[in-house]
């Protein structure tokens, strides 16, 4: 089974903090993404990442930067977390080539950031 | 830009009844995927179904199904003889064919089954 490894589960930071949200997945895919899931809004894509080095604003990437220094990690950063990032974070990958899998998003369990 | 809709945030039904979950959708592309996600409480969001666009016949997974009315720009999801493991938020979400891998996601609905 494809795996997608989100390394902290709850966090509990202070307004102005740096935050580091990390995410590893193991199934050598190429693609790898962020949402943030709020209640009502359902899930919004922060950045993606088609490949190493490379990556891509989506819907809401304000506050956010991301870094993808190897294939099988992708890391989200908030440069200086403020009250309204609070959200649960969530972390996918999926394989761009043509086998029958692909375009089928694998998520991780997700990160539940407060931000006090 | 495309978006999705669905329209129920909350639904409740018994145990073995049969749940239907609406989802519309709104996009120019002629050629798409469309998708059903499960996020069970406290777990990780899973895939139920996923239907292509050119398909016309109707995806179906054991007792998951979907009925795709393009046209109509319809996703719906039917659960059959529901079961107490399919208490879970259900996300309806589109993807172009081609491009980036991007998902579209609707609101969600919450599903709950008693027993």
């Known amino acids: 089974d494809v795996k997608v490894t989100q390394s902290s589960r709850y966090l509990v930071k202070r307004t102005g903090e740096k935050v580091f949200l990390e995410c590893v997945q193991d199934m050598d895919h190429e693609n790898m993404f962020w949402y943030r899931q709020d209640p009502g809004l359902g899930l919004r894509l922060i950045y993606f990442?088609?490949?190493?080095?490379?990556?891509e604003k989506g819907d809401i990437p304000e506050g956010y930067s991301v870094s993808r220094e190897k294939k099988e990690r992708f890391s989200l950063i908030l440069e200086s977390a403020s009250t309204n990032q609070t959200s649960m974070y969530l972390c996918?990958?999926?394989?761009?080539?043509?086998?029958?899998?692909?375009?089928?998003?694998?998520f991780g369990a997700g990160s539940r950031l407060t931000v006090l | 830009a495309q978006t999705v809709t669905q329209s129920q945030p909350e639904m409740s039904v018994q145990e073995a009844e049969t749940v239907t979950l609406s989802c519309t959708y709104d996009t120019s592309e002629n050629n798409y995927y469309l998708f059903w996600y499960k996020q069970p409480p406290s777990r990780q969001m899973i895939l139920v179904i996923r239907?292509?666009?050119?398909?016309?016949q109707n995806a179906t997974e054991n007792r998951f199904s979907v009925n795709f009315q393009k046209a109509a720009k319809s996703f719906s999801l039917k659960i059959s003889d529901s079961q107490l493991g399919d208490t879970a938020m259900y996300f309806c979400?589109?993807?172009?064919?081609?491009?980036?891998?991007?998902?579209?996601f609707g609101q969600g609905t919450r599903l709950t089954i008693n027993p």
């Open positions: 979400a589109f993807m172009k064919h081609e491009g980036a891998q991007k998902l579209v």
């Open positions: 996918a990958s999926s394989d761009r080539g043509l086998n029958s899998g692909a375009n089928v998003l694998t």
């Open positions: 990442s088609y490949d190493v080095k490379m990556k």
């Open positions: 239907q292509e666009a050119y398909k016309q």
